[in-house]
């Protein structure tokens, strides 16, 4: 793509993002109205909203020239769409007002551009939907543990699942594989609940804080490595909510003896660059889970690289965003992307000469 014409795109799609999302409900209420209207002004003001939200993966594409970005993200749609019992159809003509829209407001050169894009997200939900599979269907002593853990806790009851963590702990399972066959694959679990609606939002944050605060009960024994000499900071960049990944991974860091200077959610460029310059670390490990920003972490490795110890240290990238391509660590300028927390904690050993 053209880049003067990607930046026309992407500064329209920026500045003018409500007018645009407003024209494309409309028209949304206009071509579909058995099935729009019953939910009334309520339900457009809403359909606006979610349409800023696919501006927002949209955006993130054009910026990165790549459809298959934005095909991703109606991939996710399609399954939300699916708990929800939302026809296919509603998507596909949502992306179809979208492009009368811009057709009717953006020049031929625009649209010659962003066409690619939004056929990459027709494609997409036109493909056949397949069944997504648990994430606690092992029949492993950690997979039934899991299990039981995920249900004491969607039914509110977090102390029993604490007990259930410590008690097993107590009796000699290792923390690596509560992290990763309980912690982690439990949050895996309710996210795919909560895209089959089947359960809500308020259950998800409970489910996330709760595992948390039961992470932070065994500190005790995350923190009693000895020391080994090497240090990582680690937060998600600016904007990004979803934190409790990267705090998996800060853990398994300090299990294996760094020193870990955990900064959290929605972190600051300039805090996480000033913490770097602090702690002069080995290894900055920083987290995506949402796509749109992408762009964010590429401009904040740009930023760390002109630091003073920036040439020096590796940097690594991970979250939802990086699973589905295993070749976008290149694209936003890391050195390496990891699927898990143990994986890692050996890529960084590798790159800083400790394996």
Excluded at 70 to 85: H, Q, S
Excluded at 214 to 233: C, D, E, H, W
């Amino acid at each position: 793509m053209n880049g003067v014409i990607r930046d026309q795109i992407a500064a329209t799609l920026r500045d003018q993002e409500f007018p645009l999302a407003e024209a494309v409900v409309a028209l949304q209420y206009e071509r579909q109205p058995e099935f729009w209207e019953p939910y009334g002004e309520a339900g457009r003001d809403k359909g606006i909203q979610d349409m800023k939200y696919h501006f927002s993966f949209l955006l993130e594409a054009i910026r990165a020239g790549d459809p298959s970005l934005f095909a991703e993200y109606v991939a996710w749609v399609k399954e939300l769409f699916a708990g929800l019992r939302f026809p296919d159809e509603v998507m596909i003509e949502t992306l179809e007002c979208t492009r009368q829209v811009f057709q009717a407001r953006w020049t031929p050169e625009q649209m010659i551009a962003v066409t690619p894009f939004l056929d990459a997200g027709v494609q997409e939900m036109r493909k056949t939907a397949s069944a997504s599979a648990s994430f606690l269907d092992d029949d492993s002593s950690l997979g039934a543990l899991a299990q039981q853990y995920l249900r004491a806790l969607l039914r509110g009851e977090r102390q029993a699942a604490s007990q259930m963590i410590l008690s097993a702990v107590e009796q000699g399972t290792s923390l690596k594989g509560i992290y990763l066959h309980v912690f982690q694959r439990s949050q895996y679990e309710i996210g795919r609940l909560w895209m089959l609606n089947q359960v809500n939002v308020a259950q998800e944050h409970y489910c996330t804080a709760a595992t948390q605060l039961i992470m932070s009960q065994l500190y005790s024994y995350i923190f009693a490595t000895p020391k080994i000499g090497r240090r990582l900071v680690a937060a998600c960049v600016g904007g990004e909510l979803h934190e409790i990944g990267i705090r998996m991974v800060a853990d398994f860091f300090e299990l294996e003896g760094w020193d870990t200077y955990y900064i959290g959610a929605n972190a600051p460029t300039a805090t996480i660059l000033s913490q770097i310059e602090h702690y002069r670390p080995d290894v900055v490990g920083l987290s995506v889970t949402m796509g749109f920003h992408r762009s964010a972490v590429q401009d904040l490795i740009r930023r760390i690289r002109d630091t003073e110890s920036g040439s020096r240290l590796k940097i690594l990238v991970g979250g939802y965003s990086f699973l589905k391509r295993a070749d976008l660590w290149k694209v936003v300028g890391a050195d390496g992307s990891a699927r898990d927390a143990e994986e890692a904690v050996r890529l960084a050993s590798r790159l800083v000469g400790l394996s």
